[in-house]
Structure formats: C-alpha cells, structure tokens
Nanobody, 119 residues
C-alpha cells in the first residue's frame, strides 16, 4: 500500500504562485509515477501533470504548460507542483495519485488540497 498526503493549497490572487507537495509513505519503492489531478466545482477530475520516479520524465496538460512545474525529491519521497501565473480557472481541489507501472492506472490517491485563485 502507498499513502499520499497533499499540502500547500490555499488562497492566492490571480498571477500569484503556490507550491503543492505530495508526500508518499508505505511501499514507495513500488511507485512508477506520480500525477497531479484537479477537480473544479461541477467538473470531472482532470489530469494536470505527472512525473516518473526513475527517469523524472514529465507530462503536462496543455493549459498549464509554461506555468506549472512538477518535480520530485526521491530522498524525501515527495513530489511537488510549482504553480505560477495562476488563473481563476486553476481553482480546484488538487489531488496527487500514484501508479505502480506504465501499464496500470493511478491506484493510490491523496485526500486533496484546495487551491482558490481570486481576482
């Protein structure tokens, strides 16, 4: 089992920055990749970014490219999402999730952290 705990959410003005953290515990050696997802009110949960633990390969959804950066600290079993140039439409609950292989779905999820961008 893998446990994930997000932190770092909050209220920020448009154009501002926040850094989210996702701390993993348990069978962290089994993690292939960690992803960030978000769910805005009335919308489905959507992919934001991901990073593989071994190579650090990253992927982003188009709407955050150039504004968000995902990174990892293997020693701390923590993945970060640095968000800058925040827009009103970035308001959502942000979740981190972990998958155990390139072929598997994200099986482990955190509880989520709220990000609210104000004008």
């Amino acid at each position: 089992q893998v446990q994930l705990v997000e932190s770092g959410g909050g209220l920020v003005q448009a154009g501002g920055s926040l850094r989210l953290s996702c701390a993993a515990s348990g069978r962290t050696g089994s993690i292939y990749a960690t992803g960030w997802f978000r769910q805005a009110p009335g919308k489905e949960r959507a992919f934001v970014a991901s990073i593989t633990w071994s190579t650090g390969s990253t992927r982003y959804t188009d709407s955050v490219k150039g504004r968000f950066t995902i990174s990892r600290d293997n020693a701390k079993n923590t993945v970060y999402l640095q968000m800058s140039g925040l827009k009103l439409e970035d308001t959502a609950v942000y979740y981190c999730a972990a998958s155990e292989s390139i072929y598997s779905a994200y099986n482990y999820w955190g509880q989520g952290t709220q990000v609210t961008v104000s004008s």
